[in-house]
């Protein structure tokens, strides 16, 4: 059963675990990388714990940052996929290098259940690009999963677009 007790989240923000699930994703060098058109920034919550039982105690979740190129002819390129805890904090950024993701293509990154720092207003902005304007926008989604005892939940947080 999962410790339900609040935890102390003086951590040192080297210890956030964020990994991507596959090794195969492609990333590109700045120079490499296309002139991008229609460039646009995504705030998306990614809900690391929440309280309940009256604020007495957190439930800790795994959160998959999900993006999908959803264009059959398209590739997208991430220019930025920065974390942030509740108080709006930089805890990391996490392209060194512009991800592309081919047509029909997808990425996940997964901030681990054990992860404890960020609490629970955390959240991502992330930037994309394209070489031309795009006919099919991605999908960007936190999906937030957890349990209590034997019972485990899943829900989704979708992207809301920073107007600049």
Do not use: W
Not at 7 to 36: A, C, F, G, M, W
Not at 88 to 98: A, E, I, P, T
Not at 100 to 120: D, M, Q, T, W
Not at 150 to 158: E, I, L, N, V
């Amino acid at each position: 059963m999962m410790n339900c007790t609040p935890q102390d989240n003086t951590k040192k923000v080297e210890e956030i675990h964020l990994e991507t699930s596959r090794k195969s994703l492609h990333y590109v060098d700045q120079k490499d990388t296309p002139e991008l058109v229609g460039k646009k920034s995504f705030y998306v919550s990614s809900y690391s714990n929440l309280y309940h039982q009256s604020g007495k105690s957190k439930i800790y979740f795994t959160v998959v940052l999900s993006l999908r190129n959803t264009s059959p002819t398209e590739s997208i390129y991430f220019t930025k996929i920065d974390y942030y805890d509740s108080d709006g904090n930089l805890l990391k950024n996490y392209l060194k290098r512009n991800l592309e993701i081919k047509p029909l293509g997808s990425a996940e990154y997964i901030v681990e259940f054990r992860e404890k720092v960020s609490g629970a207003g955390a959240n991502f902005i992330v930037e994309y690009g394209a070489p031309q304007e795009l006919k099919n926008k991605p999908i960007i989604e936190a999906v937030n999963l957890g349990y209590i005892g034997q019972h485990g939940f899943a829900f989704t947080s979708s992207a809301q677009e920073i107007k600049q």
